[in-house]
Every structure is written in C-alpha cells, then in structure tokens.
C-alpha cells in the first residue's frame, strides 16, 4: 500500500517536469534546437567511441561538445527567464 503512493507521488512529479520542459522547450529558436541536436550527436558519437578503436582519438573533444551543449541547454530550460529570449 505504502509502495503504491509513493509510486503515485513519483509520477506525478516526473509528468510535472515533462510538462515543465516541453513548456520551456516550445520557446526555444532554431540555434537553440541546434544546441540541441548537437548536444545529442555528441553524446551518441562519444558513446559510440567505448566500441570502436578509430574514433577513441576523438573521445575528448566529443565529450567537451557534449558537456557544452548540455550545460548550455541546462541553463537555457531551467535558468534563463523566458522573457528574455522573445523575437
């Protein structure tokens, strides 16, 4: 029984915050969809390398991509007003 509610409470929360960032996701410009995009290739790309010995060379500067665009876009969801991004 206990389990049950917080379980029930647990969602509630998540599909709170999947509501959040799609709200603030609706206000984003095409550079940031493409800090997006490049946030996601980059962590595909660094994940891909743990399997492949030619593109270990490369596991830096996918990660230092992916950092910056994830930290960017953190920002951008959680701490920039929404005011301040209107065209």
Same mark, same amino acid.
């Given at each position: 029984?206990? /389990?049950?509610?917080?379980?029930? #409470? ?6 709170? +915050?999947? #509501? &959040?960032?799609?709200?603030?996701a609706?206000?984003?410009?095409? +550079? $940031? ?6 946030? +996601?290739?980059?962590?595909?790309a660094?994940?891909a390398?743990?399997?492949? #010995? /030619?593109? #270990? ?12 665009? @994830?930290? &960017? +876009?953190? @920002?951008?969801?959680?701490? /920039? $007003? $929404?005011?301040? %991004? /209107? %065209?």
């Amino acid at each position: 029984m206990m /389990q049950s509610i917080t379980c029930k #409470k647990c969602c509630e929360k998540v599909n709170f +915050l999947v #509501k &959040y960032l799609l709200a603030r996701a609706r206000t984003f410009s095409i +550079l $940031d969809f493409a800090i997006f995009k490049t946030c +996601l290739v980059c962590f595909g790309a660094f994940i891909a390398t743990v399997f492949s #010995k /030619q593109a #270990k060379k490369f596991k830096f500067l996918l990660f230092i991509g992916f950092l910056a665009s @994830w930290v &960017y +876009l953190i @920002w951008r969801l959680f701490f /920039q $007003d $929404d005011t301040t %991004n /209107q %065209n």
